[in-house]
Every structure is written in structure tokens, then in C-alpha cells.
């Protein structure tokens, strides 16, 4: 009898983390975006939206929901982000009618916090910066080679090589489609600042690189990739390591 609770139990927890991987934290599982939720250009902040870390409507976000989630689902020291929510209210980008917080979608709003040459949106020019784009990930995921998971180990992360080529080559390819392409200061710093964002957020301190299976969940799914691995990172982040990945994604020649 207790042999079959064990095996019972082992079954249910095998269940809930997946085939393989991890459990999601009770209360934080993933639930994809309803009608009426708001959603930014941002794959960071809308995947803590899908799992419950921000308000899942993506709505009435104030600076500590912020700091909490941030610092609760990738482990970055809580006040990272504050300078990027500050500009978010300094640009009066909100519809809330407070002016201390902001819905996801208010970030769209183009050149303020959103900037030409996303990795998976389109360009404002072309109607639709805040949606995430299929036609444009395709082209950065041949790029980052995200599909390839084999036959070596390394073939399944995304090292930052390998990132700052491919985000080169979509401002080039955005510079090329759009006549008013704005290359910017804010787009200047912003196109290598959202690769080394992504790349901190999800980076693998053992394998060094991010793990191609996290990339395609947060990005194509807008997803923490628990049930492929994803797991709290141990060592905290802050905005020196998003810095110093910046500094090493400027210094690949592209």
C-alpha cells in the first residue's frame, strides 16, 4: 500500500512539472493572454503578466508590482528597472488615469519606450509595434539558429556571439524596409540593450549561454520555460550585469 502512495505521489509531481523540467511556483502557473488583457512590446513584462507575477490583465502596473516580480520570477535586485519605469511616467505614456502606474500596452507608445528594429515586433511605420510579430521572429530565430539543438551540447544555447550578429542584422534589415526607420539615441541604446536584457534574464551561468528551448518559450509563448528547465537563477542580477552584457554585445564585430 505505501509502495502504490509513492509511486501515486512521484506520478502527480512528474505531472506537474512535465515530461521533464520543473513544477511552475503554485500560484504562478502560465495562462495565456484572455480578451481584454493588455500586453506591451516587451516579452519580459508580458511573461510575468501570463504567470501572475504582474496583474495578469497587464493593467494598473505601479512601480512596486515592478519590483516584486522582477524580483520574484528572474531573481534581478528589485529596483533594476526602476529608471525604466520612471521614464514610462516622465513620457505620460499612461491611460490609466494615475499617473504612478501604466497599463502594458501604454509602452508602446513609439520612440519613448518602444524603438524601431524590434528582435520580434514590426516597425511602428509598418502599423503594428506592440503584437509579436511571426515574420520578423522567423528571420532573428534562423539567426540565432534557435531551432538547432544538436548534435553538440553547445548547440542548444545561445551564446552572446551569436546574439549580437543576429540583432545587428535585423536594425540592418529594419533600416533597409522602413523609410522612417529612427535610429535615434533611444534606439541606439534600446536594440543592444533588449538583446542583453534577454540574454541576463535567461542566461545559463553553467553552460554560459541562454538555453535555445527558454528563448523560444519566453519570446514565441510569452513563457517561463519551467517544463523545459527554467529555473531561478542563483546568482542575482542588476543593471551592472544588463550593463556589462551591453558592453559585450557592442564589442562583437558585426
Known amino acids: 500500500m505505501k509502495l502504490c502512495l509513492f509511486v501515486e505521489a512521484s506520478l502527480v509531481g512528474l505531472a506537474a512539472a512535465g515530461p521533464w523540467g520543473n513544477p511552475e511556483p503554485k500560484g504562478h502557473e502560465y495562462h495565456p493572454v484572455r480578451p481584454g488583457d493588455s500586453r506591451s512590446p516587451c516579452p519580459g513584462l508580458n511573461v510575468l503578466a501570463s504567470h501572475g507575477f504582474l496583474p495578469r490583465s497587464g493593467k494598473n502596473i505601479d512601480k512596486e508590482a515592478v519590483r516584486s516580480a522582477v524580483a520574484a520570477a528572474y531573481n534581478y535586485e528589485h529596483t533594476t528597472f526602476d529608471g525604466a519605469f520612471d521614464d514610462a511616467v516622465s513620457f505620460k505614456l499612461t491611460t490609466t488615469g494615475n499617473a504612478s502606474t501604466f497599463n502594458l500596452a501604454d509602452l ?11 528582435l520580434s515586433r514590426n516597425d511602428f511605420y509598418f502599423g503594428d509595434d506592440l503584437h509579436f510579430s511571426p515574420v520578423i521572429w522567423a528571420t532573428m530565430a534562423k539567426r540565432l539558429d534557435l531551432y538547432k539543438t544538436g548534435p553538440t551540447e553547445q548547440d542548444k544555447y545561445i551564446t552572446i556571439e551569436v546574439a549580437a550578429k543576429a540583432r545587428a542584422a535585423r536594425v540592418r534589415d529594419a533600416m533597409a524596409a522602413n523609410p522612417k526607420f529612427n535610429a535615434s539615441a533611444n534606439q541606439m541604446r534600446g536594440s543592444p540593450g533588449t538583446t542583453a536584457l534577454f540574454l541576463t534574464t535567461l542566461w545559463d551561468d553553467k553552460a554560459g549561454g541562454a538555453p535555445k528551448a527558454w528563448v ?9 520555460a519551467y517544463k523545459e528547465g527554467y529555473t531561478f537563477p542563483a546568482v542575482q542580477r542588476n543593471g551592472t550585469t544588463i ?12
Open 108 to 118: 508602446a507608445a513609439h520612440d519613448k519606450i518602444e524603438f524601431d528594429g524590434s
Open 216 to 224: 523560444k518559450a519566453w519570446f514565441e509563448e510569452e513563457r517561463l
Open 243 to 254: 550593463g556589462d552584457n551591453v558592453q559585450k554585445i557592442l564589442a562583437v564585430p558585426v
